[in-house]
Each structure stands twice: as structure tokens, then as C-alpha cells.
């Protein structure tokens, strides 16, 4: 698929690394004895899902002028996603993540981001900016503000977009790299009242809007002029309201081997169902089989589905949902 014009349908804005996972389940990190080496970043895994699933897709950040760099360039390739807007941040180096499936469901992550991200230093001389008004979906990050200058660039992204169908908020809430929930929480919920579309699980949006109640927080969501608000659930499905109404989506029950990558596939096969125009309820449960196939595997971009392996999930063809 392709948007008019040659223009990529999605384009990501953020987070983007090289995760180092476990290859030995259930021990701490100082006892893991060999890791696999993945694409990886919230940003970069949602492009890597939406590219899985047919979608033309674009990642714009930044790496460091090192190898790990030219492998990110290279993984976003073998994906389909276009590398054309990663650019490079001469003295400083990838980021580097190490996790530990202990426990599996909740691993605990150790970044590697010092001083700073390059995609921290996102600066206006690097945004494709009739790019971020006309592709048919951005999406952007709460991490992407946790810092400047990437912060006034996220801003000055989503002002120029002008609250354009599909502009996307991915809460996407990581402590480690801010110096408290209070500045999260107001960085972020100025975000929410430049997008049309808030997603983010019960504790990103406890932080963003200060209601971890799915309903009362897919309200206040509702209340800053997000046309559509995606609180996931985990294990209980995602709530997913409009002005229309509200509804929960089921989940899909799976044997979790890692939970990390399964918000990045959600919200991939989220961003392929605005575009294709579906329902709200259908877009989200569409996304919970994406995310729970996900679980019950090792690594986040290399993990991403497929249609093939999703529609026998949800039990039916997508095209054609049950009433």
C-alpha cells in the first residue's frame, strides 16, 4: 500500500535502539549468558508493525555515528521502512537496551542513553516538514518531550501538522528518563490537545491525564479534543471510547515468553486500522491479537506479524468481523 503521491502512509517520530535480549529465561541480568540483537524503540518497532501489515512506513530520528547506527539503517530496510529521515548525531552513540525475561510478562530494562539519545537531539533542520502535514498518519511519543531540544521539535511537529486526521499520541511513559511524574505528566498532556488519536496503557495515562481508571481517563482524553482514546488493558483487552460511545475490546489469552514489543505491535495494527478507515472496536481488537502474538515471542521489531498469523488469532477474517 501507498499514499498519494509517494508519500509514506506513516511516519513515526522518536525512540530508536538496538535491543539486547536474553537468550536464557527467568534469571537476572548478571546471570544471562548470551543475548540476541534486535531493532528496537517504541517510534521504530510502531513503523516496523504497521510495515508488516502492508502499510508504507517511515521512522524520523536519530543515531549515533557508529555501527550500531548503520545496523538500525540496515534493519529499518530489511523491514520495508524507509530510513530516509534517520539522521545521524556525530558525538554520540546508539542506544543500547538490555533486558531481563524475569519476570517474562514485565521485564526490567537497563538503558544505555548517555549523555543523551541522539533522537533526543532532534532539531527543526531535521523534520521532512511538508512530510509531518501531509502523510496520511504521524505518530509521536511521550518520551519524545522527556527532553530538549527533541521536546521543542516534537512540539513545533505537531503545531505545523495542525491537529490533521490521523495524528497519533503514544503515551509511552519510561520514569527512567524524566525527572519526576509532575513534568511527564504536564509535557505530555500538552500533547493531547494537539492530536486526534491518545494511546497508552492504565499507568501512561494515570501520568498524562491523572486518572488510571480507564473510563474516567478515556473521558478526560475525550474532554481535551482527542476524537479517539485507547487505554490497553493487558491481560483484560483495551477500552477504546469516542464521542460515539465506549467499549472493550476482548483480549487474546497467550503464553507469555516476553511482554516487551507487545504495546509497539498494538500500536502498529492500530495505525493499520485508522487507516483502512475501521471501526474503533474492530481497530482495537485487530491490534490485541497483533500485541499477543507479540508476547509469545523473543525480541520487538524482528517479533512484528503479519496478517497471515493475526486473522487466525481473531478467528475470522478481518475483512469480514463478526456483528
Not at 546508539?94 to 538503558?111: E, G, I, N, R, S
Not at 509497539?264 to 485508522?274: C, K
Request: net charge negative; glycine share 12%; charged share 20%.
Amino acid at each position: 500500500m501507498s499514499a498519494a503521491g509517494g508519500l509514506p502512509e506513516v511516519l513515526t517520530v522518536g525512540r530508536v535502539g538496538v535491543d539486547l535480549y536474553p537468550e536464557q529465561s527467568g534469571v537476572p541480568l548478571a546471570e544471562v549468558r548470551t543475548f540476541a540483537k534486535s531493532l528496537g524503540g517504541t517510534a521504530t518497532n510502531v513503523a516496523v508493525a504497521a510495515a508488516r501489515l502492508g502499510r508504507s512506513a517511515a521512522v524520523l530520528t536519530k543515531v549515533g555515528a557508529d555501527g550500531f547506527g548503520g545496523y538500525v539503517r540496515t534493519a529499518l530496510r530489511g523491514f520495508g521502512v524507509s530510513a530516509d529521515h534517520v539522521g545521524t548525531a556525530p558525538d554520540l552513540r546508539t542506544p543500547v537496551v538490555f533486558c531481563a525475561l524475569d519476570p517474562p510478562d514485565d521485564p526490567p530494562l537497563l538503558f544505555y542513553r548517555q549523555p543523551t539519545a541522539p533522537d533526543l537531539t532532534l532539531e527543526p533542520a531535521d523534520v521532512p516538514w511538508d512530510l509531518v502535514a501531509r502523510v496520511p498518519l504521524l505518530w509521536v511519543t511521550g518520551t519524545g518531550v522527556c527532553a530538549e531540544p527533541a521536546r521543542s521539535t516534537q512540539r513545533a511537529l505537531l503545531e505545523h501538522r495542525a491537529r490533521r486526521a490521523h495524528t497519533v499520541l503514544d503515551l509511552d511513559h519510561r520514569p527512567a528518563f524524566w525527572d519526576g511524574a509532575e513534568r511527564a505528566g504536564r509535557e505530555i498532556g500538552w500533547m493531547l490537545d494537539h492530536v486526534t488519536v491518545a494511546v497508552g496503557n492504565r499507568a501512561e495515562a494515570e501520568i498524562a491525564v491523572g486518572a488510571a481508571d480507564p473510563d474516567e481517563a478515556a473521558r478526560r482524553m475525550l474532554a481535551r479534543g482527542v476524537g479517539l482514546a485507547v487505554v490497553k488493558l493487558g491481560a483484560d483487552g483495551a477500552l477504546v471510547a469516542t464521542r460515539d460511545g465506549t467499549w472493550t475490546a476482548p483480549p487474546c489469552p497467550v503464553d507469555v515468553v516476553c511482554g516487551l514489543g507487545a504495546g509497539d505491535a498494538f500500536g502498529g495494527a492500530l495505525a493499520h486500522g485508522l487507516l483502512a478507515g475501521w471501526p474503533p472496536e474492530r481497530a482495537a481488537r485487530y491490534a490485541n491479537a497483533a500485541g499477543a502474538l507479540v508476547a509469545t515471542r523473543l525480541a520487538c521489531a524482528d517479533a512484528m506479524p503479519t496478517p497471515d498469523e493475526i486473522e487466525p488469532l481473531l478467528g475470522q477474517d478481518p475483512e469480514h468481523p463478526r456483528s
